[in-house]
Each structure stands twice: as C-alpha cells, then as structure tokens.
C-alpha cells in the first residue's frame, strides 16, 4: 500500500531532513531549509505537531522556528501550547541536562513570537506568548530568554511594556545577564534580538548549495505540495 502525502513527508523528515535541519541548525543557518517548507504551511505544521513532543529537544526547537516562520496560518494558541509543553517538562524532570534542554527549546518558542509580532493577525499572540515568559520568570519559574522577551516586548511597544520593564529591572539588578539587556533597553537599544533573527536570516538566504543540495530541497518542497494537494482535495 503506497504511502499518505504526510507519512511520505514524515518519513522523508525522519531519515534525512530531521537530521540536515538540525547540522544546519548548529551554524544558525536552520531558516534555509525551513523557509521553503513553511511556504506550505499545512505540511509545516503537520510536521511540527509530528515532532513537537520528540525527547530530542532540537526537533522540538526546529517545531518551534517552524511555527514562527508560518506566522497567520498557524493556530494562535500553538506557540503558547509548546510553552506550557516545555514548562511541564522541565517541572517533571530532576536532571539538570533535561532542564537545559527545556531552556533552549523556549528559546526558540520566544524567537518564534518575536517574529509574530511583526505581523498585525498574529502580534497579540506574540506579545502574549513573550510577557508570559516574563511574567513567569518574576513569579519564580526562571526562564534564560525571559530578558529576549521583555525586549521583544518593548521593540513591538506592547501595551503596559514600560511597566514590565521597570519591574523586570529590579529583578535584573543582581543577574549580570538580565542586567546587560535591560542596561541596553534604557540607552534605547530595542532591536538587538530583531537584529539577531534578521541577520541570520540573511545569512541563510545566501547559502551556495551544492547541486544534490538543490534537489534535495526541491524534493522536499514536492513533498510538502503533496501534503497540500492533498489537504484541500
């Protein structure tokens, strides 16, 4: 029995683009294959929910970038659901690795909102998405990238964000980490994680591929099509 468009896409993804997505991934360079995956959405966000609670915690960051990159089309509760998934995860588990893991994938969950933000259908969700970091991490429940999204928040001017600010400052004075962003906020630099994401985007838009590279990419993109095809018939 010949194969669904989405289980030759998954399958496809499992042994051989999972694995090309995360070796870019590790040179900042991931948006280079998943840009034209994200052009058709239906296939994107059937593979984020295939991956999206994966124990391999760079699938779960690609799922992540995923979501980010297909903006209006995906559900916009989707990033907050992968946020709850991560706070969970690291409240069930005691190993400090788990833990790190945890921080990343919400790393890339706070990316993702940020780029929301710049779009009008999905900047509420964004914003929402990023001041739950924060307002998390002032209540006790510690996220790395809770300084990421207090400038995401400033940057896209969100409502009450001059107050978020303040009171993440008190907590900052005492962690050098936070201390240096909201230090670079107050001298009325707002863009520094817009810059990052823009920069590597950039960058991977200028990648020489290589001939088998190409096709490879071509391929997946015919496979995605066919989940869509698919989808609306």
């Not at 006790?140 to 990238?145: A, D, K, M, P, R």
Request: include cysteine.
């Amino acid at each position: 029995m010949a194969l669904s468009p989405e289980s030759q896409l998954v399958s496809a993804w499992e042994e051989r683009y999972g694995a090309w997505a995360e070796d870019l991934m590790r040179d900042g360079l991931e948006t280079a294959l998943l840009v034209p995956l994200a052009a058709h959405p239906i296939a994107a966000l059937h593979l984020v929910r295939h991956v999206a609670h994966w124990d391999n915690h760079l699938q779960r960051k690609l799922a992540a970038t995923l979501v980010g990159l297909v903006g209006t089309a995906a559900p916009g509760d989707m990033l907050d659901g992968l946020f709850e998934a991560e706070a969970e995860r690291r409240r069930a588990t005691g190993e400090l690795f788990e833990q790190l893991t945890s921080h990343s994938v919400v790393e890339d969950i706070v990316f993702a909102a940020t780029r929301w933000c710049r779009a009008a259908e999905r900047r509420d969700a964004g914003l929402a998405l990023l001041r739950k970091v924060v307002e998390r991490t002032l209540d006790g429940e510690y996220w790395n990238t809770a300084s990421y999204a207090v400038m995401g928040l400033v940057h896209h001017r969100a409502p009450q964000a001059a107050e978020v600010l303040e009171r993440f400052a008190v907590f900052a004075r005492e962690r050098p980490p936070e201390r240096t962003f909201v230090d670079q906020l107050a001298a009325g630099n707002a863009t520094i994680i817009e810059e990052q994401l823009a920069g590597a985007e950039r960058e991977a838009e200028t990648i020489a591929w290589s001939d088998d590279a190409r096709v490879a990419i071509e391929e997946l993109v015919r496979l995605a099509r066919a989940v869509t095809s698919a989808a609306r018939s």
